[in-house]
């Protein structure tokens, strides 16, 4: 497997708001497919060549022979865990110039941080929590649309004590996790009134990324954590005393039954002008369809993704980043059924807290379906 990958991702930190955020949000970035920037001329008689060329030019210009879309450059930005992971088979490719489109991927720890790159414009396309792309949504003035949904529910319930089969099981306890007011906090306080448990009943402690949560589990025999993959399966490698004890999907989906209304965890967003601008759409459906290969890759080529997930930092050892994927729910939804599951899970975030979806649950603009052409 090639080792180009890890010179783009090598800065990347340790845990993401989406799978235990970090406090500092560094970031790691790179262009991985073939530059598009000239050398200069280096003999007199490649700068003769160069000029009788320009002069060629200037006397008679030449039509482009391009089809819309091809050598646009597309800036994505996704955080350190699932997500990236259903990528890595794309950058692997766009790195050794084997892809399709031109990309410039940027790997961050922080969910706030690619809110902000995407409000700035300093990247095209984001992979972003469900609520914060609905957030975003009102942030932008409308100026983003969803692409994709890119993965489910991965929220899992770790403790030494397989007693706890409910979360009914969580009451009189204390249970760790990361990322205060994001997705994963959301579902869970959803999840506690759902199951009849008032405030007080369960104690939260919020800690800054997921490897301090594996500390406090490793440190404490009884206690309680809630991590998303593929830090999960990464604390049961450190202490083998700890077990997945709970899925949150099969929670929310006993609670969701009559509804039918899915745990969405990740979307792909992009800029509305990107998508307005007639070559970058077409560029935009290029990655749709090379994100939607990728992410096909990681559920079928396991052993080959977890070399690369390691390659790029996500997780140190390919065999445990093998381990967890199978449980990191990396989907590629598009098209009417992401509006439909994405729509659902939304309304019900709102219901339940307004604010986290950005006080309003957002229109029909918000969903990008491509229309079928005969």
Not at 181 to 188: K, L, R, Y
Not at 217 to 235: H, I
Request: net charge negative.
């Amino acid at each position: 497997m090639r080792k180009a990958l890890s010179i783009f991702m090598a800065c990347a930190m340790t845990a993401a708001t989406l799978a235990g955020c970090s406090p500092s949000g560094q970031e790691n970035s790179g262009k991985t497919a073939a530059s598009m920037e000239s050398t200069p001329a280096e003999t007199s008689g490649e700068a003769e060549t160069a000029k009788s060329q320009e002069a060629e030019s200037s006397a008679e210009p030449e039509v482009s022979q391009e089809a819309p879309g091809e050598n646009q450059v597309l800036r994505i930005g996704s955080l350190k865990g699932p997500t990236t992971m259903g990528l890595v088979s794309l950058m692997d490719k766009a790195a050794g110039g084997e892809s399709q489109g031109t990309y410039e991927f940027t790997m961050v720890t922080a969910a706030d941080e690619l809110v902000g790159k995407m409000v700035s414009g300093d990247v095209d396309i984001a992979l972003v929590p469900a609520n914060m792309a609905s957030i975003l949504y009102q942030k932008t003035n409308q100026g983003i649309q969803v692409l994709n949904i890119n993965t489910l529910g991965v929220l899992y319930v770790v403790a030494a004590d397989d007693s706890i089969k409910t979360i009914s099981d969580l009451k009189g306890k204390t249970v760790y996790m990361t990322g205060k007011g994001t997705t994963p906090d959301h579902v869970f306080r959803y999840l506690l009134k759902g199951s009849g448990l008032e405030e007080g009943d369960v104690t939260v402690e919020y800690k800054s990324e997921a490897a301090e949560v594996a500390a406090v589990l490793k440190e404490q025999p009884d206690a309680v954590g809630l991590l998303p993959q593929p830090f999960v399966t990464v604390a049961m490698a450190q202490n083998e005393n700890l077990k997945m004890v709970m899925d949150l999907t099969e929670q929310w989906d006993s609670l969701q039954a009559e509804e039918g209304g899915s745990l969405v965890t990740g979307v792909t967003v992009c800029r509305k002008e990107i998508l307005e601008d007639r070559s970058m759409a077409e560029a935009v459906k290029t990655f749709m369809q090379e994100h939607r290969e990728s992410a096909d890759f990681a559920n079928a080529y396991t052993e080959e993704t977890a070399q690369l997930v390691a390659e790029a930092g996500i997780i140190e050892k390919a065999p445990v980043a093998q381990k967890a994927l199978p449980y990191c729910s990396i989907v590629c939804i598009d098209g009417e059924e992401m509006r439909e599951m994405l729509s659902g899970y939304l309304n019900v975030l709102y219901e339940q807290e307004p604010s986290s979806v950005g006080g309003s649950v957002p229109d029909e603009g918000f969903y990008y379906v491509l229309q079928e052409t005969s």
